[in-house]
């Protein structure tokens, strides 16, 4: 089976989606044909991408298209492949604010390729609800599959592992950590975070 695989734009940073790319590949190629197809923007504006992306991608529309984020969802208004599997993770421009207006236009038109995909693959219960709600789009046309770990760099820590991170830290054990681990953007929901924590120390009081 061939499948035409879309990363977006060629990039050297390795952020969450690219991981989840790289990850999803590795095992693909392991069980069907995989056409790699990545676009090469030429400029850094905005929507250079929703030029370049469908040029990408329009030389090879006769096998099943996987497009790995949503945020690139937008190609399918502009090109028409048999069959598109896309995968969503969030739809967070249409429900939390601070996105410009610009970024607010451009995810308009990835909502309306995603409703016009073949088959959603949701990484969790509460990305599907949304795809419902906001796009109405039917539950037959999605699938929920979580994020997978990998258990050769996350796994529970030997006593004499976690014997060095107290002292590496000067960490009290009678003390509970929470660590959390991202950045501050708006969309990542710190200040609720943070409230929460408050919360909990009213209950817990040695937690950190």
């Known amino acids: 089976m061939q499948i035409n695989y879309f990363i977006g734009k060629k990039t050297t940073q390795?952020?969450?989606v690219k991981r989840y790319g790289d990850e999803l590949k590795k095992e693909l190629e392991k069980v069907c044909d995989l056409r790699i197809i990545e676009a090469k923007p030429l400029l850094k504006i905005g929507f250079w991408d929703i030029i370049s992306f469908p040029l990408a991608i329009q030389r090879k529309k006769d096998n099943l298209l996987h497009i790995i984020t949503q945020g690139d969802a937008h190609v399918l208004n502009f090109i028409y492949p048999k069959k598109t599997i896309v995968t969503c993770h969030d739809l967070i421009?249409?429900?939390q604010k601070g996105y410009s207006l610009v970024a607010l236009l451009k995810f308009k038109l990835c909502c309306r390729g995603l409703q016009k995909a073949t088959h959603i693959i949701a990484v969790s219960e509460y990305t599907k609800r949304q795809l419902q709600?906001?796009?109405?789009v039917p539950q037959e046309k999605i699938t929920v599959t979580y994020l997978g770990v990998d258990h050769t760099r996350f796994r529970p820590q030997t006593k004499q592992q976690q014997e060095t991170i107290y002292k590496k830290?000067?960490?009290?054990k009678k003390k509970i950590y929470l660590l959390y681990v991202g950045n501050e953007e708006p969309r990542m929901n710190v200040d609720t975070q943070i409230k929460a924590i408050k919360k909990v120390k009213e209950k817990i009081p040695h937690i950190q």
């Open 133 to 136: 709600k906001y796009l109405n």
């Open 93 to 95: 421009p249409l429900t």
């Open 14 to 16: 390795l952020y969450a």
């Open 169 to 172: 830290y000067q960490l009290d």
